[in-house]
């Protein structure tokens, strides 16, 4: 719920943004976010989602449109779960697809 909370307010900054450059013919918001967004994407951004998983340009949309409220919770959520190599050993218990010689 946090997490959606951040986004309709990175959402509402970039509709004010827009707004104050269209009405007001003053486009500091925009170039103050895409700055921002910008630096952090190609700094951190980026790095991280590769780092779990995500493809570069979901990384790069997803920074751009979020910033820090994107990839700050994907990095505390992984580093979170701690796997091990112990955590990919298959036992006896596991269970398993029949292959169907298809």
């Not at 707004?19 to 007001?24: A, D, F, G």
């Not at 409220?69 to 398993?96: C, I, N, S, Y």
């Amino acid at each position: 719920m946090i997490q959606f909370l951040e986004y309709v307010g990175c959402g509402i900054l970039w509709v004010f943004s827009s707004v104050l450059t269209i009405v007001k013919k003053n486009p500091i918001g925009i170039i103050i976010l895409s700055l921002m967004h910008g630096t952090e994407c190609f700094l951190i951004g980026v790095k991280t989602g590769l780092k779990y998983g995500k493809s570069l340009p979901y990384c790069i949309v997803m920074c751009m449109t979020f910033g820090f409220t994107w990839w700050l919770p994907l990095k505390k959520q992984m580093a979170a779960e701690t796997f091990t190599d112990a955590d990919f050993v298959r036992t006896d218990h596991d269970f398993t697809m029949p292959e169907t010689g298809v």
